[in-house]
């Protein structure tokens, strides 16, 4: 069974900056698609950014140039750098992978709570 355990998230003022983490399995990270989603209040689970084994990241249009996927073999981790946060990037965060397991799998964290905030 696969388990993603997510930190990192808190509460910032504009402008400022955090980076969520995500630790998981070498075996997870090394062969599958990484994912980032987030949802906000009363709004449905988007995805923010996703990174392909082969380093290819993607990126959401309300993220893109602010926020930096990436991942840390070494640590079995996935990273969220996430820079110049605005009140609208509020919102719980999920790490989240589908893994080939006899059939496709989906895997989420429990998600972290990101508040930016004046």
């Known amino acids: 069974q696969v388990q993603l355990v997510e930190s990192g998230g808190g509460l910032v003022q504009p402008g400022e900056s955090l980076r969520l983490s995500c630790a998981t399995s070498g075996s997870v990270i090394s062969a599958y698609a990484m994912d980032w989603y987030r949802q906000a209040p009363g709004e449905e689970r988007a995805l923010v950014a996703t990174?392909?084994?082969?380093?290819?990241?993607h990126y959401a249009d309300p993220v893109r140039g602010r926020f930096t996927i990436s991942r840390d073999a070494t640590k079995n981790t996935v990273y969220l750098q996430m820079n110049s946060l605005k009140p609208d990037d509020t919102a719980l965060y999920y790490c989240?992978?589908?893994?080939?397991?006899?059939?496709?799998?989906?895997?989420w964290g429990q998600g972290t709570q990101v508040t930016v905030s004046s």
């Open positions: 989240h992978t589908v893994i080939y397991s006899n059939g496709w799998v989906e895997y």
């Open positions: 990174i392909a084994p082969d380093e290819v990241a």
